[in-house]
């Protein structure tokens, strides 16, 4: 069974730009959640969708959205790049909502010049 | 603030010893407590997790020890094999918001030949 794929694995911005991020999760799951993992801060929750719906929020600023489509497929945006968002963006997928058993993906290393 | 403390930042173990790492956390509400290990380059991978109602539970060579009126959780690695080197990270969520993970801050594990 194919994990959670991630793309694009790399890619470089400069400040005040958007990106998108996509996330296809492992066959079957309907979860998908995104974090962000930095050195200084670690990995932080950004958000979690199930069924096309968001479920829970973290604590980013409004910038920071996100999406799910009816076959799970997930994106995530950030808007008006600032430096501080260089980071390597994990999704992860579950099976169900309020599982807690996250699977994965390799992430994207976003870097914002 | 950090709702998981993790503890040690980095730890080297020789071979097949015994790897312990430690986590604490307040939120009375937490009710699952995993275990991720990430390689360089890789996302995190789910290693074992428990949940307040058993004070034990080892898979192989991964034991979890659960205090719940101490609120602390630890990760025992028996034997312990230069493959295991890798960073570890412990976690906790609570009820409907299962996979918003909280993360502790990471172990570097090194295990020596």
């Known amino acids: 069974k194919a994990g959670v794929t991630q793309t694009p694995r790399y890619l470089i911005k400069t400040r005040g730009q958007q990106v998108t991020l996509s996330c296809s999760p492992i066959?079957?799951?309907?979860?998908v959640s995104w974090y962000q993992q930095t050195p200084g801060q670690g990995l932080q929750f950004l958000f979690e969708y199930f069924s096309e719906t968001q479920r829970n929020k973290g604590n980013f600023p409004g910038r920071f959205s996100g999406r799910q489509f009816s076959n799970s497929r997930s994106e995530m945006n950030v808007s008006t790049l600032e430096l501080g968002d260089s980071a390597l963006y994990l999704c992860?997928?579950?099976?169900?909502?309020?599982?807690?058993?996250?699977?994965f993906g390799e992430g994207s290393r976003l870097t914002v010049l | 603030q950090q709702q998981v403390k993790q503890s040690p930042q980095s730890l080297i173990v020789q071979k097949g010893g015994i790897s312990i790492i430690n986590c604490a956390y307040e939120?009375?509400?937490?009710?699952?407590f995993p275990w991720y290990q990430q390689f360089p380059g890789k996302g995190p991978a789910l290693l074992i997790a428990i949940r307040p109602d058993v004070s034990e539970k080892k898979e192989g060579r991964f034991t979890i020890s659960f205090n719940k009126s101490a609120k602390q959780f630890s990760l025992h690695i028996m034997d312990s094999q230069p493959g295991d080197s890798a960073t570890y990270f412990c976690a906790a969520s609570a009820g409907t918001g299962a996979n918003n993970l909280f993360f502790g801050t990471g172990t570097r594990l090194t295990v020596i030949p």
């Open positions: 066959s079957g799951h309907r979860s």
């Open positions: 939120n009375t509400a937490f009710d699952y």
């Open positions: 992860a997928s579950s099976l169900r909502e309020f599982a807690g058993e996250l699977f």
